[in-house]
Nanobody
Framework: HVQLVESGGGLVQPGGSLRLSCAAS????????MGWFRQAPGKEREGVAT????????YYIDSVKGRFTISQDNAKNMIYLQMNNLNPEDTAVYYC??????????????????????WGQGTQVTVS
């Protein structure tokens, strides 16, 4: 198991930027995928961005491509989500999650929740 704690959320104006951080207690030998998910008010949770911890391969939902960047620092067990050019549709609670090899598909981690094992408590991002 890995404990995850998100931080970095806040209130920003449209066009602004935020960087979210996810601190992990540790990776297990089966922690293959890390991802950021979000849930807007009244909507289902959706995958935003994922990273394969083995080779840094990333995958993004179409609506954030070119604006968001997921990255990792293995030495610090940290995952980041740099969010640029934010718009009101990005308003949501953002969650960090960790998954195993079942989340891998052709070298990329799925955006579907699937069997992601561990979840953080979330951090609020409000764009208005």
């Amino acid at each position: 198991h890995v404990q995850l704690v998100e931080s970095g959320g806040g209130l920003v104006q449209p066009g602004g930027s935020l960087r979210l951080s996810c601190a992990a207690s540790a990776y297990t030998d089966s922690t293959y995928c890390m991802g950021w998910f979000r849930q807007a008010p009244g909507k289902e949770r959706e995958g935003v961005a994922t990273i394969y911890t083995g080779d840094d391969s990333t995958y993004y939902i179409d609506s954030v491509k070119g604006r968001f960047t997921i990255s990792q620092d293995n030495a610090k067990n940290m995952i980041y989500l740099q969010m640029n050019n934010l718009n009101p549709e990005d308003t949501a609670v953002y969650y960090c999650a960790a998954g195993g090899p079942s989340e891998l598909l052709m070298g990329f981690c799925t955006l579907a929740q699937g069997e992601y094992n561990d979840w953080g408590q979330g951090t609020q991002v409000t764009v208005s």
